[in-house]
């Protein structure tokens, strides 16, 4: 791998730390916003999905033109506007004002996904694709080994307000970054001489190839079942198994240490063994997890087997314990 290219694979990845951070973080927050605004379990899901339905339709929009244009221009459009209204999330003193903040930054975090991985697969050929993206996504396991309990550590501190501050200062830092270091991506552009496509030429095209629309339903069935589980998971923990807020970000430090071993692991077996297969063996692992964790029985705090170890780490005291 090139120095140009790990340069891309940095930035990118820091980008979607940053990017990913906003949108774990507003789900176990869901324990301090409840209680603060005095909200209901389907409020706090209307304030959730207020993100991502926002998202669908600025990156179903975006889709019959953002093929237009330099995907550099375009990434950093939206990571402005949508740092805005992530700052504006952390700036909102009332449910409303958090509602319209979290609709905006979704307006343009719709288009950052697709453009991180449009970038990569220009810049990786096929072959070498799957460890890229390995270490695009492993921005996500940093994200919940290092954000998410750092993000709740100052939640405890400070308020709720402050994890958003940090996300919105944080990419602040890293736009001169992508501005000084990150290449003009305009390869997918199409020649002058090039017919021109229809404007509904997006749509016709997915649905004259059944793969397409095929692999489009099939990772909207895997968000909707992952989006079923994860919001509540914090809330979950705390108010139904009885971990303390103390305790919750411990379970985000180690599934997130686990998962950026595997991002990494897994996405170089994919161009060793094929994506396909590699795909439905860690699904169907993933299957008995779900439903163990989505299961447990209430807890008076901890699990007894737990606190000696910690005991031996921490000289008898848990790491958050005196927040």
Not at 59 to 66: D, E, M
């Given at each position: ?19 990913i ?51 550099k ?36 975090g ?74 003009a991506?305009?390869?997918h ?21 059944p ?24 809330p979950y ?44 063996i ?8 779900v ?17 000696p ?11 958050w314990?005196?927040?």
């Amino acid at each position: 791998m090139s120095w140009k290219e790990r340069i891309i694979l940095i930035l990118l990845a820091a980008l979607n730390f940053t990017h990913i951070l906003d949108f774990m973080i507003m789900m176990p927050l869901g324990n301090y916003l409840m209680p603060y605004f005095d909200l209901s379990p389907q409020q706090f899901s209307v304030l959730v999905s207020a993100y991502t339905i926002s998202a669908a339709v600025s990156g179903f929009g975006a889709a019959f033109f953002v093929d237009r244009f330099d995907r550099k221009k375009v990434l950093l459009f939206a990571y402005v506007g949508f740092l805005i209204g992530t700052i504006g999330c952390g700036l909102a003193p009332t449910f409303i004002t958090l509602f319209l903040a979290r609709t905006f930054a979704g307006l343009f975090g719709g288009l950052i996904g697709a453009q991180v991985l449009s970038i990569v697969a220009d810049s990786f050929p096929y072959e070498r694709r799957g460890a890229a993206m390995g270490a695009i996504m492993s921005a996500f396991a940093l994200a919940s080994t290092f954000g998410v309990p750092f993000a709740l550590y100052l939640a405890n501190l400070i308020s709720w307000h402050a994890p958003f501050l940090l996300v919105g200062f944080l990419g602040i830092a890293l736009i001169p970054l992508i501005m000084r270091y990150l290449p003009a991506m305009t390869g997918h552009l199409q020649a002058e001489d090039a017919p021109v496509q229809s404007k509904w030429s997006v749509i016709t095209n997915v649905f004259a190839d059944p793969r397409q629309y095929r692999a489009l339903l099939f990772s909207g069935l895997i968000m909707f079942g992952h989006f079923s589980i994860i919001p509540f998971i914090n809330p979950y923990m705390e108010f139904n198994v009885g971990f303390s807020k103390n305790f919750t970000p411990l379970i985000y430090l180690v599934g997130g240490v686990a998962a950026f071993f595997a991002s990494n692991i897994l996405g170089r077996l994919s161009d060793v063994y094929g994506k396909v297969p590699l795909f439905m063996i860690c699904t169907f692992s993933a299957l008995p997890m779900v439903f163990i964790i989505t299961n447990l029985p209430p807890s008076s705090g901890v699990y007894p087997g737990i606190d000696p170890i910690w005991a031996l780490v921490f000289g008898g005291h848990w790491p958050w314990s005196n927040l």
